[in-house]
């Protein structure tokens, strides 16, 4: 199973977002659920970095599934920056309903 973990702050300024787990869908190389989170997570996150320049850290091994994108407390994201990263939350929460929670599950957590 993928969770996907959105990680707020206080006054839900989107902090970090952390991808664990390969989904289980199917076998390695045939997983349309695994593929289909990888490819919403990157997109947006290429997104953020390529169109509106955002800054940020990321951490990621393709093996385990494990992807982290921590950005920064000092400088609050765009609000179009907002809006990609609204709609990767919710294409991710449609494919959680989709195909079940048993190969997804989406968190939104405040810290």
Same mark, same amino acid.
């Given at each position: 199973?993928?969770?996907?973990?959105?990680?707020?702050?206080?006054?839900g300024?989107?902090?970090?977002?952390?991808?664990?787990?390969?989904?289980?869908?199917?076998?390695?190389?045939?997983?349309?659920?695994?593929?289909?989170?990888?490819? +919403?997570?990157i997109?947006?996150?290429? =997104? &953020? @970095?390529? #169109?509106?320049? %955002?800054?940020?850290?990321?951490?990621?091994?393709?093996?385990?599934?494990?992807?982290?994108?921590?950005?920064?407390?000092?400088?609050p994201?765009?609000?179009?920056?907002?809006? +990609?990263?609204?709609?990767?939350?919710? =294409? &991710? @929460?449609? #494919?959680?309903? %989709?195909?079940?929670?048993?190969?997804?599950?989406?968190?939104?957590?405040?810290?």
């Amino acid at each position: 199973m993928t969770t996907v973990e959105i990680r707020k702050d206080k006054k839900g300024s989107y902090r970090q977002i952390i991808c664990m787990g390969h989904a289980g869908y199917a076998k390695a190389g045939e997983d349309i659920v695994c593929a289909a989170i990888s490819v +919403l997570v990157i997109s947006a996150m290429n =997104s &953020l @970095e390529g #169109l509106a320049g %955002e800054k940020f850290s990321e951490t990621t091994d393709e093996e385990t599934g494990f992807m982290n994108f921590v950005f920064p407390e000092d400088k609050p994201l765009q609000e179009k920056s907002v809006f +990609l990263l609204d709609a990767m939350v919710y =294409s &991710l @929460e449609n #494919l959680s309903r %989709e195909y079940g929670k048993k190969y997804l599950q989406v968190k939104v957590k405040e810290v």
